[in-house]
């Protein structure tokens, strides 16, 4: 998720479910913060956002050039 009040930011995503949020900085990759996903989540979360890097910066960039 991107909240558009982040415009000033580096890219990055919010990743939520339940109770849980994290954030995830895209370039380069790293953990921001993490509120109540457990390891092997937070790792597949991360597993994931570097094999969609290239995605999600592109999908940021739209987003925020509107």
Known sequence: RFYSSDRLEPPHVHVLRDNNVAKVWL???N???NRGYRLA???AI???T???QSALL???YEHFSK
Do not use: D, G, S, T
């Open 31 to 33: 953990l921001q913060y």
């Open 27 to 29: 370039n380069p990759i």
């Open 46 to 48: 991360l597993r994931l």
């Open 41 to 43: 989540e937070m790792n």
């Open 50 to 52: 570097y094999e969609n």
């Open 58 to 60: 592109e999908a940021w």
